[in-house]
């Protein structure tokens, strides 16, 4: 056997010594190092391979993710996480330093001027309508206040317009409302006192501030007197009785109403020698002594003086006055005197 030929040994055999120095050892030497280039290079194929499937199997589960459930190996899974958790880990240290802080903190502030840049219109909109509620608010509710505060309290009642009614009588059905607060008078009360005096055809009250109510009347103007079985009625113009007497008072007519008539009748024939009483000029009421009406226009007037006037309807009162004060001067021996039509007056 030629000593310088290297025999591989088998599998069941020892290796065979090789001596140092010996081409034979300097053949295995270089073999050994082949070997290791062998075994690096062969490492490094598997390596790249291991790479290549771990990528397609990423991209494999990447692209089936949206489609149905993956299985991957529990080694790719695994290493998936701890890349996920160690970005995580990365992006929260990142998160975390000084100056990323500080540039959120810029970016907040940043964020909050220009809000309020933009919003400083409608702030300022906003503002004005609430303190222009709150002063209406205050104002309203400060008068509140006041009007119910006892510095408002009624304290006096004027009576304005009294001639036939006696102020005093009207103050006293009035005492109920002193102390009260001007807003707070019970008007229906002071309607019912009022009515209670048929002389006031009408009133109006007002009040003045602090503590002043002021009722202002306007009274019943008597034009005729009708009889009753207790003496004499004084009434005005709507049949009202003002005043009832067992004697005749004086300067007054006496509207003379039939005892056998209706009621209906007896109401227009009132009417129309109402309407004529209440239309006579102020100095001719108390020269007539009685009055009477068949109709609408047909009123006739007996003066004091004993004769007859035609009047007529209540139209052209003042010009039938005139008429009629001429005629008693052109003619003062006439018993009748016919002014119902003052243009063509007639004397008998």
Do not use: C
Request: hydrophobic share 40%; proline share 7%; charged share 25%.
């Amino acid at each position: 056997m030629d000593p310088t030929r290297a025999v591989e040994p088998d599998a069941d055999t020892a290796p065979i010594p090789v001596i140092p120095g010996t081409p034979a050892s300097s053949s295995a030497a270089g073999r050994g190092r082949s070997a290791d280039r062998g075994s690096s290079a062969s490492r490094s194929a598997s390596r790249k391979l291991r790479s290549r499937r771990d990528s397609e199997e990423s991209s494999a589960g990447a692209s089936d993710r949206g489609r149905r459930p993956t299985t991957a190996h529990p080694d790719a899974r695994s290493k998936s996480e701890q890349r996920d958790a160690s970005a995580t880990a990365d992006e929260a240290a990142t998160a975390d330093t000084p100056s990323v802080r500080a540039a959120a903190r810029r970016r907040r502030r940043y964020e909050r001027a220009e809000i309020k840049r933009f919003t400083r219109a409608s702030r300022r909109r906003r503002l004005a309508w609430l303190i222009g509620v709150g002063s209406v608010v205050i104002v309203l509710l400060g008068a509140v206040l006041v009007s119910i505060s006892p510095a408002m309290a009624l304290r006096s009642i004027d009576v304005v317009g009294a001639q036939r009614v006696d102020a005093g009588s009207v103050r006293r059905a009035l005492d109920s409302q002193l102390g009260t607060p001007l807003p707070l008078i019970d008007y229906s009360k002071v309607r019912k006192a009022l009515t209670e005096f048929p002389l006031i055809r009408s009133y109006s009250t007002e009040a003045e501030p602090p503590g002043t109510l002021v009722v202002r009347i306007v009274e019943r103007v008597p034009i005729g007197l009708l009889k009753v079985p207790s003496g004499y009625q004084l009434v005005d113009q709507a049949g009202v009785a003002m005043q009832t007497t067992a004697d005749r008072p004086g300067g007054y007519p006496v509207i003379d109403i039939p005892e056998d008539a209706s009621q209906e009748s007896a109401h227009k024939e009132f009417s129309a020698s109402a309407g004529v009483l209440a239309a006579l000029p102020a100095g001719m009421l108390g020269q007539v002594d009685s009055v009477s009406a068949t109709g609408a226009q047909d009123v006739t007037l007996k003066l004091t003086s004993g004769v007859t006037v035609v009047w007529g309807g209540p139209a052209d009162s003042a010009l039938k006055s005139s008429v009629l004060s001429s005629l008693l001067k052109a003619a003062p021996g006439a018993s009748v005197y016919d002014v119902s039509a003052p243009n063509s007056p007639v004397t008998r």
